[in-house]
């Protein structure tokens, strides 16, 4: 008698879900329980058996199913080698480690001083990743975290002249906004900032440094420029160091696109008194100054802090 | 003599005893004559029958026979499952302790006394 489709299909799911089972054990029984699965459904056929029997037998199966591979995988001797036992309780770590470090935060070192003294050379932060990477132009920002991009937060971003590197700013100007630097001080849409945050180091006021734009500013801005003032276009940032004397900003190399956006800094998890070359490139000398004065050279005052 | 370790045995294993108790049969030979001794009550599965099987291999209390088609099914082959001396001693061993339960709770209980 030739099985019905559904029948010929029901074995198939069943030969499937004898996956769950053990290795040696599907491959001592697999077939016998594939058998005795066979002649279930074909006296069920046989039997002319209507719906409910059908979903019976089906949650009988199921439930015996769930019961007895919880027991064979009980009962299953643990004769795992000593590499693939390694990778079994390592597994779950690694995948959430890849998991969280991929899409959720990453680690960055801060080698230069242009965010000081909010953001030190040394300063080891993690970057949260998920705020800044919805747009919410979508689904998914009714259920994913998006963060609106605000005036005054520090964000870090992908450097558009190069975007290997990944630059810590402070946003300074949205999509409309208008900016402008008179002797040192921002004046954002008509009003001077106030910003406790920043920093100068010389009185010296330079020229597209301190009085920003002049003629001289980055051809990125040309068509940008209205009355002496730059207007941040749509899906655009200004963005400015925190010692504003020393960091290469918006001023020096434009807008950054809202796309670059890599995140915002969640915490420093460690902060070591060194040099910009120490952090920029690996070197044996950094290694061992790690190694000889950890205690003494790392800033505890700035550990677990939000920058 | 059966191992007393093995008593009391589980209901599965004791319906799959008994019914090869009088003759070999095959996985589902034994699924159907368990389910006739017990009024339909108790319908192994596969993976709790071959679970229970494997354990009483390993125990020593059914050995594996031959392989042969069951000619009023079809004509492929199948494991067919035999008792073992220490099988039936088992099997004796848990029915008289069952019996014993139950004159227990006759007398008890005050049930009806049986045939």
Known sequence: MEDPGFVRGLCRVYAAMLFAYPRDFRLEYGAEMQQFFHDRCRELVRANSGCSAWFRFGMRNVMDWIVSTVREHRAAPRQTSGARKLIQEWAVTLLLFLFVTTTMVQAYVVPTGSMENNILIGDHMLVEKVGFSNTGNNWTSYVLPNRQVKRGDII??????????????????????????????????????????????????????????????????????????????????????????????????????????????????????????????????????????FFTKTRWSRTLTAP | MPKPDLLPLTPPVFHILLALADEERHGYGIMQDVARQTNDALQLGPGTLYGCLKRMLAAGLVEESDERPDLELDDERRRYYRMTALGRDTVRAEASRLAGAVSAAKAKLGLAGGK
């Open chain 1, 156 to 293: 870090a971003f992908r450097y558009p002249q190069d975007v290997r590197q990944t630059f810590v700013k402070r946003v300074i100007g949205l999509p409309g906004d208008h900016i402008q630097l008179q002797n040192k001080q921002v004046i954002r849409n008509g009003q001077p900032l106030e910003e406790p945050y920043a920093q100068h180091t010389s009185t010296h006021a330079d020229d597209d440094r301190d009085n920003f734009p002049t003629a001289a500013a980055p051809a990125a801005f040309a068509n940008h420029v209205q009355d002496g003032e730059v207007v941040v276009p749509p899906d655009m940032l200004f963005v400015l160091g925190d010692n504003r004397d020393n960091s290469l900003d918006s001023r020096y190399w434009g807008f950054v696109p809202r796309d670059y956006l890599v995140g915002k800094p969640l915490v420093i998890y460690w902060s070591y008194d060194g040099s910009t070359k120490d952090f920029e490139t690996w070197n044996i000398e950094h290694l061992e100054d790690v190694a000889l004065h």
